[in-house]
């Protein structure tokens, strides 16, 4: 059963990957977010590159950049753009007034600075993703070292109960060569306010809450796409 599940939802994610690379024109500078669902999208464009289509592209992880150039998508250096074109990420958690979670693969900090870059940042999601309510997903925090016991403490606080980043039995560690520490709050009443909350908190490089930054979520149902703007 979870087996149809999983293949379920692999086929929800590349169903609304196609859709998003649809919204890529010719000589766009394209944002890449990182993860299964964005790993669906790159290949589709790579596709499209090999077809002739002509695009750049800046990526939010070692990961993505190497898929990418794989695939013949040429790579920008993300520190100098001013501005990206479109962007294609996932999201482990959204609502319907595009406030999202995001993180889930460490590349956060990399991914807002994408998607605060981008004239068109659109999130892709299978339909599992879809919530009431931010919460259930735990809100990554990516926090500088020396900092960790300060940024743990003032996570308390805040009502957050948080656990460090684990991985194959090591700390994970960031492609920025940070950790990452896992927020749970709960369900999360006044995410705009949490995320405010988070930003003050000296040592904390990025949090997961994705606030005003997304432009449209391409949410596949079974067969159905379903956008939300």
């Not at 589709?44 to 150039?69: C, F, P, W, Y």
């Not at 892709?124 to 960790?148: C, M, N, Q, R």
């Amino acid at each position: 059963m979870e087996k149809t599940n999983q293949n379920q939802q692999d086929a929800e994610k590349q169903a609304a990957a196609l859709a998003a690379v649809k919204y890529v024109k010719e000589g766009d500078v394209v944002g890449l977010g990182t993860g299964s669902t964005t790993a669906f999208a790159i290949k589709a464009l790579g596709k499209r590159v090999q077809e002739g289509l002509n695009i750049t592209a800046a990526a939010s992880s070692v990961a993505t950049e190497k898929l990418a150039k794989s695939l013949g998508i040429e790579i920008l250096d993300l520190g100098t753009l001013s501005k990206i074109d479109i962007s294609i990420d996932g999201a482990d958690e959204f609502t319907e007034s595009l406030d999202l979670i995001k993180g889930g693969g460490g590349a956060l900090f990399r991914e807002k600075i994408i998607a605060s870059l981008s004239k068109n940042a659109i999130v892709i999601t299978d339909a599992s993703k879809k919530v009431k309510k931010l919460g259930a997903f735990t809100v990554p925090v990516e926090v500088i070292p020396l900092a960790y016991q300060y940024v743990f403490d003032q996570i308390n606080l805040l009502g957050g109960q948080g656990k460090l980043r684990i991985k194959e039995n090591k700390t994970f560690i960031t492609d920025n060569g940070n950790v990452i520490i896992d927020a749970d709050f709960g369900l999360i009443d006044n995410p705009a306010k949490l995320s405010s909350d988070l930003n003050q908190i000296n040592g904390v490089l990025a949090h997961g809450l994705f606030i005003n930054i997304t432009s449209k979520v391409v949410m596949s149902e079974g067969t159905e796409i379903i956008v939300f703007e």
